[in-house]
């Protein structure tokens, strides 16, 4: 190519790259990331936590021989930021750990992979729990956060599993036989082979032993589904499915009309503040007896009740709401069908069979304009944690089974406290604590 020229025919001279050039630069990695860079209040939230659950399962001690475990401060760390900025990826992380300042001013020239990173964000559900849980403890201990209030909602999150994968009971146990034939054979095959399995040998042993496993937990979902349709005596037709990838994720109802395989993320969160309080992961599509593990769970977590719960008309079953008002929580949720009665000239709010009297007071509740007003800070509310989430990347779990989905959910909640917190201005409390 020759020289170029501009619009009046002259030669133009153009600062060009100069990739061979060695050159000394002398910044720190502090110096990288500017002073209001989230990943610094992550790292200070981070180090005012009590980590102590997190370093029980680690072998390399003072005095020991071998590599230098790598510190959980920064695993949290890193996966608190990833997860505020929607990276849901263990890859795409070890990624950004190599290229991204903010991820190596976290690193701190500390060397992470994959594998590390993949394992620590679901070795530790109870050390995270605890995690949030000790949080909230020290809000409501300042009186920033309040249980008086609060809102829970369900979303539905589509399943790492496609709908072809979903098999009958029939099916999954032949696939369970030939699977296992499979690796006996392979088993039977490195026995006869003196001089080893190669890596790609035992990688793909691992495999077939994996996929046994998860066709025997897919039979194991196809029963207990089988079970639950008969107690609740529902006589259906089609025969039980389970997914061949994902055996506890469900067909469930999507929020644009579709079906896919999915999981129902529960998150119970203050009315005022927005914090997120309690979480939970079933795989029912539907939200109707949702409330009462909630409510439990908060009681278990907090020592103390919400005084105003308010959830979606799918809550409101008769047996959680009359278990809730005996608790002294009050119920907020629309009644089924109100407006439709009301055009009909009925009364939606006077007693119906089977109603308990806990079940008529909170008809009663809710024919109040007061009770009508409070309700509509159940939006604003719950639907504000879960927008937050979904912008967060929680279109999808790119994990399997119900407990590691769980997890993902609890990353979540955290990074969501971790914004509301800097937003109202109460990390220096978290801090000096």
Known sequence: MGNYKNAAGEEVRVAKAQRNQVTLHWHSLDQLIRPDHPARYVWKYVESLDLSAFYLDIHAVAGGVGRDAVDPKILLALWIL?????????????????????????????????????????RHPQALDALMTETIGVLLQHDLVSLDCVAQDGMRVRASAGKSSFRRQSTLADHLRIAR???????????????????????????????????????????????????????????????????????MKMADGGYRPAYNVQFATTAHTRII?????????????????????????????????????????????????????????????EQKLLDKGENPYARRAGDTDEYYAYRQRMKSPAAKELYKLRASTAEFANAGCRNRGLQRFLVRGQAKARIIAVWQALAHNLQRIVHHGWLPTLLTR
Request: proline content about 2%.
């Open 181 to 251: 034939e499979h690796v006996a054979q392979m088993r039977q095959e490195d026995d006869d082979d003196q001089g080893g399995r190669s890596r790609q040998e035992a990688a793909r042993q691992r495999a077939a032993e994996g996929r046994i496993a998860r066709l025997e937990q897919a039979i194991e979902a196809g029963k207990q589904l089988e079970s639950e349709r008969q107690k609740q005596s529902r006589n259906e037709n089609k025969e039980v499915r389970s997914s061949t990838t994902d055996g506890e994720a469900r067909v």
């Open 82 to 122: 990833a997860t505020l900025e929607g990276v849901a990826s263990a890859r795409r992380l070890a990624e950004l750990c190599t290229r991204d300042f903010a991820y190596l001013w976290l690193c701190g020239e500390v060397t992470v992979n994959r594998d590390l990173l993949n394992d620590f964000r679901s």
């Open 277 to 337: 309080v309690g979480v939970d992961v079933v795989n029912r599509g539907g939200d109707s007896g949702q409330m009462r593990p909630m409510v439990e769970r908060l009681a278990g977590d907090f020592q103390r009740l919400p005084q105003q719960y308010l959830v979606d008309g799918g809550f409101s079953s008769r047996d959680d709401t009359t278990h809730l008002e005996q608790l002294g929580v009050q119920v907020y949720a629309p009644l089924k069908s």
